[in-house]
């Protein structure tokens, strides 16, 4: 991996509520041990790119697990070689299951305010207010991982239109989870509390 070293991490509890930061080693191991398929990590032009071109940023620990391999296979985005059209439908899907809710299930979060009377309107001002919102980046199927560059230790979330679920508490916490890697020696396994909270989509999380 030729990218910039990240911030120094611990896979071993301090003490500290906030989550332990993971190294690219350590995200590449819980690929291993899931049996995920990938190629060599993207490059940091190549990174860039594509989030120049699809207008997200990836969160800290995105960013490191692409830059140490990219996943490939069913569900898993291929930001190298994958269709543009394909990607940009993965990413709209969140926001898109939102609004199909507004204009159908008469979903409408009391922090928009009131609900303008005609659906155009209301159509209008959800996606006003979900472009305030962080972008969901895809990391598998309809997991996503919050686009926020500078935060660390963010749930990766379940999308389905208005239901989410927290999947992991962590990239790592979800790749230990959902390819069935938790129990590999030595990795950081981070806990929810002190997560960041995550602008809108965390309210759609079910108690």
């Given amino acids: 991996m030729t990218g910039t070293a990240p911030p120094p991490h611990s896979s071993h509890s301090t003490g500290s509520s906030l989550p332990a930061r993971p190294s690219a080693d350590d995200l590449r191991q819980l690929l291993d041990a899931g049996g995920v398929a990938y190629a060599p990590g993207l490059e940091p032009d190549e990174l860039r790119a594509v989030e120049e071109a699809y207008g997200i940023a990836f969160a800290p620990e995105h960013r490191l697990m692409l830059e140490a391999a990219l996943p490939l296979g069913p569900g898993w985005p291929d ?33 928009w305010g009131a609900r303008p009377a ?82 809108f989509w965390g309210g759609l999380v079910a108690d």
Wanted: aromatic share 8%; with cysteine.
């Fill in 79 to 111: 930001w190298r070689d994958g269709g543009p059209a394909a990607l940009r439908m993965q990413l709209g899907l969140p926001a898109e299951g939102v609004v199909f809710d507004v204009e159908n299930a008469g979903f409408w979060p009391a922090a």
């Fill in 118 to 199: 005609q659906r155009k309107h209301a159509l209008k001002s959800a996606r006003w207010h979900l472009a305030k919102a962080p972008r969901l980046v895809p990391v598998h199927g309809n997991c996503y991982l919050p686009g926020i560059a500078d935060a660390w230790g963010l749930p990766v979330l379940a999308v389905r239109r208005t239901e989410v679920e927290v999947r992991g508490a962590s990239l790592a916490d979800y790749l230990g989870r959902a390819f069935g890697a938790q129990d590999v020696a030595g990795l950081p396994v981070p806990a929810a509390a002190g997560a960041p909270e995550v602008e």
